[in-house]
């Protein structure tokens, strides 16, 4: 369920009543941690050891994250890759390293982030 938020315009504006959705409640692999710990788990993906089953998940939840975002583009989400990737590092495998699901996950994260740079780099060289 949606947290509600309200903001009031430094010019005097009333106040808005708007939905913010949390992404701890809307994204499937994080949830809320319970109340007596608070906090929030940004990864709660186990691997399953099968590297194409591995990879095949983290890019789909790379595809439901970069949706999400990008319906919700707020402040907040600016700084949930780098929430995720530490949780990311955090549960790393027995022998330190990420498995294929956030290898995955990753390289799809940066193809995204590539086509976008593209984009913004073509149109800033066109604006000058």
Same mark, same amino acid.
Do not use: Q
């Given at each position: 369920?949606?947290? +509600? ?68 583009? +707020? ?40 086509? +976008? ?12």
């Amino acid at each position: 369920m949606p947290n +509600t938020s309200v903001r009031a315009d430094a010019e005097g504006m009333p106040k808005v009543n708007r939905l913010a959705p949390h992404p701890a409640d809307d994204l499937s692999f994080m949830h809320r941690k319970p109340r007596d710990v608070g906090g929030i788990c940004y990864w709660n993906i186990e691997a399953t050891g099968h590297y194409g089953a591995d990879c095949d998940n983290g890019f789909s939840l790379a595809r439901e994250y970069l949706d999400y975002i990008g319906k919700h583009p +707020t402040n907040g989400n600016a700084t949930l890759l780098a929430c995720i990737v530490n949780d990311m590092m955090v549960r790393r495998r027995d022998d330190g390293k990420l498995s294929g699901v956030e290898l995955a996950f990753l390289n799809e994260v940066n193809r995204h982030a590539m086509a +976008t740079a593209k984009v913004v780099v073509a149109t800033m060289d066109g604006a000058k």
